[in-house]
């Protein structure tokens, strides 16, 4: 089956440092990759559609500057909160698209303090 | 705009008996519905899925309906296990079954199920 793996899962970042985080699809290739986030009991709520070797789409309401993906290879997309602030601590997850359909990675859990 | 939801956001259950979870979606363009199970601070794992031309999906001990008329869709779970406690998701995309559109997920229902 698919493998998407997702880094680091857990990161504490003071305020106003970056922080990258990278997905990895392991045994497939995936053109298309999602980047999502979930607020404590709240829904995933779609960042951004990150398209290899093409600008990422971000969704309405998301800041591209603020949240900077980039998708060089078939097998990694990385999402780079720059300047983070404590409004960012958040659960992230990614999507890898492949033969198989969807598969999550297994989340990156953000504190900014 | 909440073009999925979930509106209930919790259940319980006794081991062995079915779980009914719903879902009810707004936009018409959506042709291909999916349901994961997730555990906190873990990623969603796909369970079910089921494209607009059916009305029904069964695997093992889950079965989707699909009601377009209603633009409802529900997840059953027969017999429910303990195992089975845990966050839902419905989820839909307007791809069609190409499954590699976007997907736009409901908020959730966690599930108890009680030994």
């Known amino acids: 089956g698919a493998v998407v793996s997702q880094h680091p899962s857990w990161v504490i970042c003071k305020s106003g440092t970056s922080v990258k985080i990278e997905c990895r699809s392991l045994?497939?290739?995936?053109?298309?990759m999602f980047w999502y986030r979930q607020f404590p009991k709240q829904s995933l709520m779609l960042m951004a559609t990150?398209?290899?070797?093409?600008?990422?789409?971000?969704e309405q309401g998301v800041e591209k500057d603020k949240f900077l993906i980039n998708h060089a290879s078939l097998t990694l997309s990385t999402l780079t909160v720059t300047s983070a602030h404590p409004e960012d601590s958040s659960f992230y997850i990614c999507?890898?698209?492949?033969?198989?359909?969807?598969?999550f990675g297994s989340g990156t859990r953000l504190t900014v303090v | 705009d909440q073009q999925v939801k979930q509106n209930s956001p919790s259940l319980s259950v006794q081991e062995g008996r079915i779980s009914i979870l719903n879902c009810d979606y707004t936009?018409?363009?959506?042709?291909?519905f999916l349901w994961y199970k997730k555990y906190p601070a873990e990623g969603p794992t796909f369970l079910i899925s089921?494209?607009?031309?059916?009305d029904k999906n069964e695997d093992g001990r889950f079965t989707v309906f699909l009601n377009k008329s209603a633009k409802h869709l529900s997840l059953h779970i027969v017999p429910s296990q303990p195992g089975d406690s845990a966050v839902y998701f419905c989820a839909a995309s307007a791809e069609g079954s190409s499954n590699t559109g976007k997907l736009i997920f409901g908020q959730g229902t966690t599930l108890q199920v009680k030994p």
């Open positions: 990150s398209n290899e070797g093409s600008k990422a789409t971000y």
């Open positions: 936009n018409s363009m959506f042709d291909y």
């Open positions: 999507s890898a698209v492949g033969h198989y359909g969807y598969t």
């Open positions: 089921i494209s607009s031309i059916k």
């Open positions: 045994d497939f290739q995936a053109t298309t």
